[in-house]
């Protein structure tokens, strides 16, 4: 398992409408992979393969699309004031209690800067017992790149702000910021260097795409450029398989294989197309677990809806404690994700 280009994967910042870096990244390790790569006005990454062998009666070859979303949850600039304090807006979903007292990275034109965030207010020591139950908003953090007046020469609006932490490797699971969704760059990379030289029938687009987090933005320009046949949304989802959380709310259990997503807010998957990778699975004995969110989206639904529409589905892997820095995947989940996508492809 590659877990070095995961790592560079992760730690590279990319949050939506500043994906430019990750997709360098990418397109470094996807060199020779692809028979054409694009960049579409959005930012996202268009890559296609032809068929390798001519389909059945000269018919035209079915188009099958991985989606694979660059950005991860982060900020954006809104202002800095006199004293060098940064205020920052959300661009994705984040819950306030995870923001405390952590350390950022600041991307500037000059380069990346480390700072610190925490909520503007009182400490502890000097806080009363009613002010210390008050959960700030996102828009209540401020940014302390301990620089004084001088952030202000250095910082401008817009600019890139995310989470600065490490990938680590603890037991069986890997732990890092951005596993949503540098998983699915890495699995869209990866599924293609194990098709190697099969000769598969239809035409395979993967697009590395941009601002999901904010909308689906990207995946809905890219699925209307390609106008696929099956849309496969690769990307994570829940596992709250941990203390606290009912049995019926867990989505996953980790380990138990990758996720096969058959419903979200945003989209339901063909039957037959669910039916279909869940015999592969079953063939191949790759561990998997059907999959269903009562809220929230993915990039699936953009290709399900493109242009005259599509047969979609989800690929996805459970995710411990998604949109925090502490994201949590098991590796065995990963490897049955990749297992099932060369799988399908191949047979494809």
Request: net charge negative; glycine share 10%.
């Amino acid at each position: 398992m590659n877990i070095d280009l995961l790592r560079r994967l992760c730690e590279t910042p990319g949050v939506p409408g500043h994906e430019h870096r990750v997709r360098d990244l990418i397109k470094s390790e996807i060199e020779g992979l692809f028979d054409t790569v694009e960049i579409d006005p959005m930012g996202s990454l268009l890559c296609k393969r032809a068929p390798r062998k001519a389909p059945a009666k000269g018919a035209a070859p079915q188009k099958i699309m991985l989606l694979c979303h660059m950005d991860e949850i982060g900020f954006l600039v809104s202002h800095v004031n006199d004293k060098g304090f940064v205020h920052v807006q959300p661009v994705g979903g984040f819950d306030a209690r995870n923001l405390f007292s952590r350390r950022v990275l600041v991307s500037t034109d000059d380069g990346d800067f480390k700072g610190v965030m925490n909520p503007g207010g009182k400490p502890i020591h000097i806080s009363s017992p009613e002010e210390r139950k008050k959960v700030p908003e996102p828009k209540d953090f401020i940014i302390d790149m301990g620089l004084g007046e001088k952030t202000k020469d250095i910082v401008k609006i817009g600019d890139m702000v995310t989470m600065d932490e490490p990938l680590i490797e603890i037991g069986d699971k890997i732990v890092s910021k951005a596993l949503d969704n540098r998983i699915a760059c890495w699995l869209g990379i990866e599924a293609i260097r194990a098709l190697g030289k099969a000769e598969h029938t239809s035409e395979i687009h993967v697009a590395f795409t941009c601002q999901e987090e904010v909308g689906l933005r990207g995946a809905r320009t890219a699925a209307f450029a390609i106008k696929p046949d099956i849309g496969l949304g690769i990307d994570v989802t829940l596992s709250c398989d941990t203390p606290g959380v009912p049995e019926e709310d867990r989505t996953t259990v980790q380990g138990a294989g990758f996720g096969l997503h058959v419903k979200d807010s945003s989209f339901i998957a063909d039957r037959e197309l669910v039916k279909g990778i869940e015999a592969l699975a079953i063939a191949e004995k790759i561990p998997y677990q059907r999959t269903m969110l009562a809220a929230g989206g993915q990039d699936g639904a953009a290709a399900q809806q493109a242009a005259a529409g599509a047969k979609a589905v989800g690929i996805v892997v459970g995710t411990r404690y998604i949109h925090t820095v502490t994201e949590m995947i098991h590796k065995d989940d990963l490897q049955a994700a990749l297992d099932i996508l060369a799988a399908y492809l191949k047979k494809s």
